[in-house]
């Protein structure tokens, strides 16, 4: 986690700098090099914000002190977690899907492909 450890001007600078990073990794290696489909640019931008921030979360070091005041969960926030699980479980397949227009069997795969990976990441996360 970022916010927190960096002052207004380090967020300012890594915003200007991911934005950069961003546009250099889709378009020369994600859309050149590898030439990759990206349908509705979902592996792209979460893959990169991954990374990046993993990256820059090295590079700023460990917290500086430790707080735990907002860590507790409480009745609110399961009902809301829950509520938002749902809603990403039965729109993101179709909102995937839609950005694959021009051949009906593609979008189909898009569903598809998006409902093994949510319930491949569910799997994991209960594994783990």
Request: aromatic share 10%; net charge negative; with cysteine.
């Amino acid at each position: 986690a970022v916010i927190g450890r960096a002052s207004p001007v380090q967020l300012v600078i890594m915003a200007l700098c991911q934005s950069l990073f961003y546009a250099f990794n889709k378009v020369v290696i994600v859309l050149g090099l590898l030439a990759a489909e990206d349908v509705g640019g979902s592996m792209t931008i979460h893959m990169f914000g991954a990374y990046f921030g993993l990256a820059v979360s090295y590079v700023l070091g460990p917290p500086k002190a430790t707080s735990a005041s907002n860590a507790d969960p409480n009745s609110v926030s399961d009902v809301l977690a829950l509520i938002g699980t749902t809603l990403l479980w039965v729109y993101w397949p179709s909102f995937v899907g839609a950005t694959e227009t021009g051949v009906p069997l593609n979008e189909n795969v898009c569903v598809m492909h998006t409902v093994l990976a949510l319930l491949g990441s569910t799997g994991a996360s209960f594994y783990m």
